[in-house]
């Protein structure tokens, strides 16, 4: 006999080995299916509120309006924040790259004077007026939390 208790030459019965990577590949598998499903996330999924884009309707006209103009078309030398001219730059991109472009340089007398907050309220303003559908919940303005949310000027 050898030390296992079985005897030398006879091989000891195998039951169901435990394969503990089987598990992380599965839990890799999910998390990537998940992390797609959030990519597909589109400003017409509803995510922005009413009362946060009539808080940024407000926060637009006297901060905003002077530059990009009252209907968000632009004026003069600031770019339109809504129709085929803002979306011919935009569409594609993570909407988290507008919000940031909005927070560290508007408005163009004071950059950076908004809070993350009314950002997202006036981002939101945005969508509205570009058409885009409210949703039952304001628009997160936290780091990362628009990442996954992509601009489009059509509904996929």
Known sequence: ????????????PVGRRRRPWLGVLGAVALSSVALTAQAARTVWDGIYSDEQAERGRVLYADRCARC??????????APALTGTAFYSNWDGEALEALFDRMRMSMPQDKPGSLSRPQNADILAHILK???????????DGQPGALARTTIRMYKP
């Open 68 to 77: 990009h103009g009252d209907s968000l078309t632009g004026i003069e030398a």
């Open 1 to 12: 006999m050898d030390r296992t208790g079985t005897e030398r030459g006879r091989m000891k």
């Open 129 to 139: 007026v570009g058409g885009h559908p409210a949703g039952p919940a304001a628009l």
